[in-house]
């Protein structure tokens, strides 16, 4: 992810005004009037006069139970939203519990500014008590940081890390705030604007560029496209589809980039990669021309690189030039956001006035999904995962929001859960935080409080954050968490059974917790099913409560999620069940 090589912007006088006030109160003012709403956290000694003055704010302040659940809260909230989230914790270990959540929100191209307290000026640097050098720590995951050296340079700072955090590639911003900088009293100006020198994030599309993609794509015979989590973050939905529709081309997804094109559209193939659908790992191997939007080519995505559509010209749209060639070879990069390249791309095809008819190559995509739909046929009278997750999407409305935890709940959600608008579904991509889907819900259903938010988790990833069933149940922030419960580790007991001969090492859970029980201690709900008619009975109640309700759904720890593509292995070696 690039960075701005400079932190000084160019503001005339005219574009600002100042007001004296205290340090803490330019923060939360310089907040405000970013559009901040609510802010995630836990106070602490070096953070403590800003949540002082947080009591004279019209700003929610949600009291998280642990910092890490405060970073994934304003994840969640940035991406169901598509604003800033904002999170805050003070000085040393309050700050370096933001650290995961930061790197998941950088590795996932999500927008939060985290602010962190910090010991004195005089003190930084002298091993004072709960000191550490955070911004030294988050330098390589976050797409910029401050240390605040003055409460002058206050209200800059925020408007630079709101524009840096939401605009080009987005990414999380850190602002480290000494406690004497937040106590000292000074003549504040607040820019208007800021110009960032050396930062350009809007960037169109080449010209040349786009014409030679156009020519490729006119000309192919089997054309794919592969939209990644940069259609979600340029919100560009109905560009993709037009142009999907327009050239008749199968769109495939990466994990990030879920639920930018219906999964109910007969062109959709669903998700590519490790854990993908047969259908999509299949034919894009097929593909003469794909089209790649916003997506890195993650080694999940591709399998072994050198083996990766062989037989393919591929066009690389992507915003962050640093992501071009990579990791593939391209044969024509096109850097630039990717609404703008899409409908670039889409109004020259039109006016060519191109007229796909019904080919050989659409005819091969509906029988091979024929085909695979109709071996994939559940039998069984037991409850099984890929039933649980298509009997929630059947009872949740098209605009419900779904976030997930990280592990085979993960991968069984990117196969079966068909998302149908944009922005309901929420997961950890690059980092693959185990924790993340329940505060991430939280965070996304203070966002969206119309629409119900569920959490499909595993019982050792919602283990780790299970915590913050308190906070949910304290600020009345009600979500259902339906835990697919195989008292077991289960992608690397699924490892362990396929590539290690059975040798179980270290993944065993039991039946510890009771999630019933651990839901109803926090003042939740807590209901465990073992058949179908309660399972559907417990979700339709959940999704309606007005407190956080946790379905414990116990499942074998024999179950695997097929198809897998083992690590190394090219995704023509996948194996299914």
């Known amino acids: 992810m690039t960075k701005p090589i400079a932190r000084s912007p160019s503001m005339n006088a005219e574009d600002m005004e100042t007001i004296r006030m205290m340090g803490s109160r330019a923060l939360l003012e310089a907040l405000k ?46 991406r169901a939203s598509g604003s800033v989230g904002v999170c805050m914790a003070t000085s040393g270990p309050g700050a370096t519990n933001l650290v995961t959540a930061i790197a998941t929100a950088y590795m996932d191209s999500s927008p939060i500014v985290a602010i962190t307290g910090q010991v004195t000026r005089a003190m930084i640097g002298k091993d004072a008590f709960q ?70 994030p809007s960037i169109e599309p080449h010209p040349l560029q786009v014409k030679r993609a156009v020519d490729l794509l006119v000309q192919a015979e089997r054309p794919m496209i592969l939209a990644g989590g940069g259609v979600h973050i340029s919100g560009a939905y109905e560009e993709l589809l037009a142009l999907a529709e327009l050239l008749n081309a199968p769109v495939a997804t990466t994990l990030m980039g879920k639920g930018c094109f219906p999964e109910n559209h007969p062109l959709s193939l669903g998700g590519v990669g490790m854990h993908g659908t047969r259908e999509a790992n299949l034919l894009i191997l097929e593909a003469d021309v794909l089209l790649a939007v916003g997506t890195r080519f993650s080694d999940r995505t591709t399998g072994r690189l050198t083996e990766f559509c ?179 580790l289960g992608m690397v007991a699924q490892w362990q059974r396929l590539f290690y001969n059975r040798r179980y090492s270290n993944v065993y859970l039991g039946r510890i917790p009771d999630f019933v029980k651990l839901a ?18 417990a979700i339709s109640k959940a999704i309606k409560s007005d407190v956080t309700t946790v379905i414990d759904v116990p499942i074998s720890p024999e179950e695997n999620v097929f198809p897998i593509v083992p690590a190394g292995k090219a995704l023509k070696e996948m194996l299914w069940e």
């Open 131 to 200: 000191e550490a050098d955070i911004v030294g720590i988050t330098t390589p995951i976050t797409k910029y940081n401050y240390q605040v050296m003055a409460a002058k340079d206050i209200p800059r700072i925020v408007k630079e890390a709101f524009y840096i955090a939401s605009t080009g590639r987005p990414g999380p911003v850190l602002i480290d705030l000494p406690r004497d900088v937040q106590t000292e009293e000074d003549e504040i100006p607040f820019p208007k604007s800021v110009k960032v020198r050396g930062y350009n």
């Open 310 to 488: 062989p037989d393919a010209k591929i066009i690389h749209v992507d915003i962050d030039a640093a992501e071009i060639r990579k990791n593939a070879k391209v044969d024509i990069p096109i850097v630039s956001d990717a609404k703008k390249a899409l409908k670039s791309i889409y109004g020259q095809i039109l006016q060519m006035a191109l007229k796909r008819q019904p080919s050989l190559w659409l005819k091969r995509i509906e029988e091979l999904k024929a085909q695979l739909n109709e071996e994939a046929t559940s039998t069984g009278a037991s409850l099984k995962p890929k039933e649980i997750i298509k009997t929630l999407r059947r009872l949740l409305p098209e605009d419900a929001i779904v976030t997930t935890e990280v592990g085979q709940n993960q991968m069984w959600a990117f196969l079966h859960f068909q998302v149908i608008k944009p922005r309901t579904y929420i997961t950890s991509g690059g980092l693959g935080t185990m924790g993340f889907g329940f505060p991430a819900a939280l965070g996304a259903k203070v966002a969206k409080p119309e629409v119900p938010v569920v959490d499909i988790a595993g019982d050792g990833s919602f283990i780790m954050t299970e915590q913050d069933l308190a906070t949910s149940v304290m600020e009345h922030i009600p979500v259902t968490v339906l835990i697919l419960n195989n008292s077991v």
């Open 520 to 537: 109803e201690a926090y003042g939740a709900k807590g209901e465990r099913v073992e058949a179908l008619p309660d399972l559907e009975e």
């Open 33 to 78: 009037r970013e559009g901040t709403k609510v802010i995630f956290g836990i106070p602490g000694g070096a953070i403590m006069p800003v949540y002082d003055a947080l009591l004279d704010f019209d700003i929610r302040h949600i009291l998280a139970r642990h910092e890490q659940c405060a970073g994934h809260m304003a994840d969640g909230y940035a």
